[in-house]
C-alpha cells in the first residue's frame, strides 16, 4: 500500500515536471518571434562579438525547424534528468536495503549513533531439535521476503509514467512525510 502510494506521489511529481516543461516550451515559442536572434562568434584573438537580427538579413534567422528540434532537446533533457533521478533514487534504495541485510549490528560498535540503534532486517532463531539444527524462519523464507522487497522497490519505479504517455487519473495530490510519520493530504 505504501509503494503504491510512493509510486503515485512520484508519478504526480514527475507529471508537474513534464507541464512545466511544456509551459516552458510554450513561452518560448510564444516569444520566440518577439525576440532578437543572436550570434555569439568568438574571433581568434579570443575577442567576443555579438550580432543581433538588425545585422542580419532574414536568410540569417533561426529556421523554425531548427527552433523545433532545440525544443525537442530541451524536452529531452529534463526528460532525462528526471529518468536519472529515478533510476538514482532506485539504486540508493537497493543499496540500503543491501547494507541492512549484510551488515551485523552485534558486532560492529560504533561511535555513530545511527548505525549503533539501527535493528536487525531479519530477526532468526536457531533451535537445537535433535539431531538437527532448525533455523526459524528458514533462509528460503528470508530470501523470498528479500526478492518481494526488492521488487516493491522496483515496482515502485516502474509506476512512474513515461513522459508523453497517457496517465492514470488524477490522484488527490498527497505530501509524504519524511520517514513514515504520516500522510498529509492537501
Known sequence: EYCKES????DLLSSRVEDAV?????VFRAH???LPVSEINTTDSGTITSTTTDD??????????????????????FNHRNLEALLRATRLSLDLIKKR???????????NKKTADRKAFFM????LAIPNVVMLPSLDDMQESLKEVTQLVLEVSRGVAQWGQTRKQEMP???HVAHGKGNKKV
Open 32 to 34: 520566440a518571434e518577439l
Open 101 to 111: 541485510v549484510f551488515s551485523n549490528p552485534v558486532r560492529k560498535k560504533s561511535k
Open 173 to 175: 495530490r498527497v505530501m
Open 7 to 10: 509510486s503515485d506521489y512520484l
Open 22 to 26: 511544456n509551459d516552458l516550451c510554450e
Open 56 to 77: 542580419l538579413s532574414e536568410s540569417d534567422e533561426l529556421p523554425a525547424d531548427v527552433f523545433e528540434e532545440e525544443i525537442e532537446e530541451l524536452v529531452s533533457h
Open 124 to 127: 532468526a532463531r536457531i533451535e
